[in-house]
């Protein structure tokens, strides 16, 4: 079974600056789908970026990225230029090839202080 | 506008009552999920559907059941069964494709069960 874990409850950052939020996952897959998605305070869920596994390029998304580093199982998500409207719950999802089950970690919740 | 509609947003019911959530899409989405929220462990997969008339357990099917009669609907019954089923429920709807389809989220029920 795949888990998915983030290390980091919660985290606050100032306006415009840049903050990173961890995910690790543990998977015996070689092929599947990273995600990530953002819930905020009106708890509609919205998908923020995602990464194909076989490819080595790390997604962007505007001022999303990630560092997809698939040997350490690892899928952070770097939002640069924080903005007010960021403040949210942000959560990492791993979807294994051919399988529609989407398996959750536990979430990150973001503040970011004007 | 295309979209997943739960309704009630806010659902009461007492102890040893079923209670059915409703989910309705427009998006023609083959496949339709229903996850649970609660605080600190994220969102746990009930039941998922690929297409009509067939369904999958998720990990904590115990206590509840659903139906897919109709691709645009997917509701989910919460039986006496379920020990503890206050909390706030997702439901979402993806294309079956390649499998890098992200999900799409209503806006949620909270139910709360005394």
């Known amino acids: 079974a795949q888990t998915v874990t983030q290390s980091q409850p919660e985290m606050s950052v100032q306006e415009a600056e840049t903050v990173t939020l961890s995910c690790t996952y543990d998977?015996?897959?070689?092929?599947?789908?990273l995600f990530w998605y953002k819930q905020p305070p009106s708890r509609q869920m919205i998908l923020v970026i995602r990464?194909?596994?076989?490819?080595?390029q790390n997604a962007t998304e505007n001022r999303f990225s990630v560092n997809f580093q698939k040997a350490a199982k690892s899928f952070s998500l770097k939002i640069s230029d924080s903005q007010l409207g960021d403040t949210a719950m942000y959560f990492c999802?791993?979807?294994?090839?051919?399988?529609?089950?989407?398996?959750f970690g536990t979430g990150t919740r973001l503040t970011i202080i004007p | 506008d295309g979209g997943i509609t739960q309704s009630p947003k806010y659902l009461f019911r007492k102890e040893g009552q079923n209670v059915t959530l409703s989910c309705e899409q427009n998006?023609?989405?083959?496949?339709m999920y229903w996850y649970r929220q609660d605080p600190g462990q994220g969102l746990r997969l009930i039941y998922y559907?690929?297409?009509?008339?067939?369904?999958q357990k998720g990990d904590i099917a115990e206590g509840y059941s659903v139906s897919r009669e109709k691709k645009e609907s997917f509701p989910l019954t919460v039986t006496s069964a379920q020990k503890n089923p206050t909390a706030f429920y997702l439901c979402?709807?993806?294309?079956?494709?390649?499998?890098?389809?992200?999900?799409?989220f209503g806006n949620g029920t909270r139910l709360t069960v005394t």
């Open positions: 559907s690929q297409i009509v008339n067939d369904f």
């Open positions: 999802a791993f979807k294994p090839f051919g399988n529609e089950k989407l398996t």
């Open positions: 990464q194909e596994a076989y490819k080595q």
């Open positions: 979402a709807s993806s294309i079956l494709r390649t499998g890098d389809s992200p999900l799409h």
């Open positions: 998977t015996s897959e070689n092929n599947y789908y």
């Open positions: 998006l023609n989405h083959d496949a």
